[in-house]
């Protein structure tokens, strides 16, 4: 069983920042994809970026490419989402996620393990 427990959501002002921790108990990280998701008000779960352990590549979607950063932290199994030049439309529940061995890491159906999610508002 692997739990996630996501910290560090809030109200913000558009422009400013705020960064998201991913704390998962899981024994180890080699073959996991680690993921971040959202769901804006009224809107369908949209693809934030992901990191795969194993090689630490990363992606992100269009639409936090350039303002957001996904770091991870292997002694303390945490990753985080560091998000820049927040905008209105940014605002909703952030989900962070663990796949395995996945091939597709934007595909939500991919991860097997969620958070409870955290609520990123951003005021304009």
């Known amino acids: 069983q692997v739990q996630l427990v996501e910290s560090g959501g809030g109200l913000v002002q558009a422009g400013g920042s705020l960064r998201l921790s991913c704390a998962a108990s899981i024994r180890t990280f080699s073959t996991y994809t680690m993921g971040w998701f959202r769901q804006g008000p009224g809107k369908e779960r949209e693809f934030v970026g992901a990191?795969?352990?194993?090689?630490?590549?990363?992606s992100y979607g269009d639409s936090v490419k350039g303002r957001f950063t996904i770091s991870r932290d292997n002694a303390k199994n945490t990753v985080s989402l560091q998000m820049n030049s927040l905008k209105a439309e940014d605002t909703a529940v952030y989900y962070c996620a663990v796949a395995f061995l996945s091939t597709n890491v934007a595909d939500a159906t991919e991860y097997a393990y969620w958070g409870q999610g955290t609520q990123v508002t951003v005021s304009s």
């Open positions: 990191i795969r352990w194993r090689g630490g590549t990363i």
